[in-house]
């Protein structure tokens, strides 16, 4: 069906990675949540409106999805426990945080010794329409910035580049990846 391939990718690369346990943070009306969950052994997917918590679950209710656990909290608060995630993923979530530097620092709380974080978001723009309209806190982030913010929450290997840009379209969208280290084990 045309204008549906970027959901066969997705699902088409998740056959390539082993079972992993993915948190959704700012997951919205669940539509990535639900895309994660066609490949995931399970998601976590939190946001702060129960509205659209209440709209995402009846999603994954309506396409029989189980294997998603929603919950409801901040990005800089998330509820979920230290070390039990493989991948955070913050999808057009981070210029909705009040502190996107803590938001970060939460997605590496909960990721396990050598998990990921990967950003989606909006290259730094001159669209102030967005704050009132959409509730963008941030009008995005600087690729230096984006990689400041990754590394200077411990994350290794970071790299950011530009994941879509329209010609004469004031927004860029940026993908950013982050290791967590594994710690070194004391010779005894």
Same mark, same amino acid.
């Given at each position: 069906m045309p204008g549906r391939s970027w959901a066969a990718w997705s699902r088409a690369l998740g056959l390539l990675l082993p079972g992993l346990d993915v948190a959704d943070l700012g997951c919205g009306e669940g539509y990535l949540s639900l895309e *994660? *969950?066609?490949? =995931?052994?399970?998601?976590? /997917?939190?946001?702060?409106? /129960?509205?659209?918590?209440?709209? *995402?679950? /009846?999603? =994954?209710?309506?396409?029989?999805?189980?294997?998603v656990t929603w919950k409801r909290g901040e990005l800089e608060r998330v509820p979920i426990d230290d070390a039990s995630i493989d991948v955070a993923l913050l999808s057009q979530a981070l210029h909705h945080a009040s502190n996107p530097a803590q938001a970060v620092g939460e997605a590496v709380r909960i990721l396990r010794?050598?998990?990921r974080v990967l950003v989606l978001d909006l290259?730094?723009?001159?669209?102030?329409?967005?704050?009132? =309209?959409l509730g963008d806190r941030w009008q995005g982030f600087g690729d230096d910035q984006l990689q400041a913010l990754l590394a200077g929450a411990g994350l290794t290997d970071v790299r950011v580049r530009v994941g879509a840009r329209n010609?004469?379209?004031p927004f860029v969208v940026l993908l950013a990846v982050g290791t967590k280290p594994r710690r070194r084990r004391s010779r005894s």
């Open positions: *994660a *969950a066609q490949w =995931a052994r399970k998601v976590v /997917a939190v946001d702060r409106s /129960a509205d659209v918590l209440a709209r *995402a679950r /009846a999603l =994954a209710t309506r396409r029989h999805i189980k294997n010794e050598g998990g290259r730094s723009h001159e669209e102030s329409w967005v704050r009132d =309209a010609p004469g379209d």
